[in-house]
């Protein structure tokens, strides 16, 4: 029982193979997935994907990589999506200061907006964060996102950083970085995350876990994220794809 809350099976990596790849999962003993659309083709393609499968669900947000091609029609489109049964959460959205593709203003401002709406339709949020972990917590923290609260999602801010997001209702993603031998910080996160704000993902088809790394990531390998931290936290499988999967359900607000 794994649940990988944060995949693109809408990526053009699956494009060939996006059936068997399913079938892969289910064999791992992944029973759920989230995919996460964060422009127009993804949104569209993990709302069909979500139709198509019953233990598959979708998140929809616009990326802040993205942001420079933001308009408010955008905005109107997600609030009407969040009405379908399959979505459950608003993302992935938030801050990216490696790519320089989107000013950093206008990205704050397409951030704010889609925490306005989350607040407005109460609805979870799944938030990308690169290189910008403190810009984004006081965005937050400003916005009171901790009112709809949500996913830090492939979690790589440091240990001393995560209570902040604890203290704002964030649940702490973790993914195939934690089975790098290089990610110290990270794998210290593992081992104090509270066990009921714990969750698992692939982010497929990037950042593939070891022994994979550099390879195409898949959602049957968020088990190998699961048995690295069953390992530094000293537990087993079974007990930490529990707990996930149950975190999964409850910030997803899915049976």
Request: proline residues 4%.
């Amino acid at each position: 029982m794994l649940f990988d809350t944060h995949v693109h099976l809408n990526a053009d990596q699956f494009i060939e193979d996006r059936e068997e790849t399913i079938n892969r999962a289910l064999e791992a003993g992944v029973t759920k997935m989230v995919v996460v659309g964060f422009d127009e083709e993804t949104i569209r393609l993990a709302i069909e994907i979500a139709e198509t499968y019953d233990f598959i669900y979708a998140a929809v947000g616009w990326h802040p990589v993205d942001a420079i091609d933001y308009k408010e029609s955008h905005l109107e489109w997600l609030e009407e999506l969040t009405k379908h049964e399959k979505v459950v959460a608003l993302g992935e959205m938030g801050l990216d200061y490696y790519w320089d593709t989107s000013p950093k203003d206008i990205q704050a401002d397409v951030f704010r907006k889609q925490i306005h709406l989350a607040k407005k339709v109460n609805m979870p949020i799944i938030i990308h964060n690169r290189e910008a972990t403190a810009d984004i917590i006081k965005i937050l923290q400003e916005e009171n996102a901790a009112e709809v609260g949500g996913i830090m999602h492939c979690y790589s801010a440091t240990r001393e950083e995560l209570q902040a997001c604890l203290e704002m209702n964030f649940y702490i993603s973790l993914a195939g970085p934690v089975t790098f031998k290089n990610a110290k910080e990270v794998k210290e996160v593992a081992k104090v995350v509270p066990l009921d704000r714990l969750l698992i993902e692939t982010d497929a088809p990037y950042l593939a876990p070891h022994p994979y790394r550099g390879k195409r990531n898949e959602p049957a390998y968020v088990k190998l994220v699961a048995e690295e931290i069953a390992r530094l936290r000293e537990m087993s499988l079974e007990d930490v794809s529990r707990i996930t999967t149950e975190n999964a359900l409850k910030i997803f607000r899915l049976k």
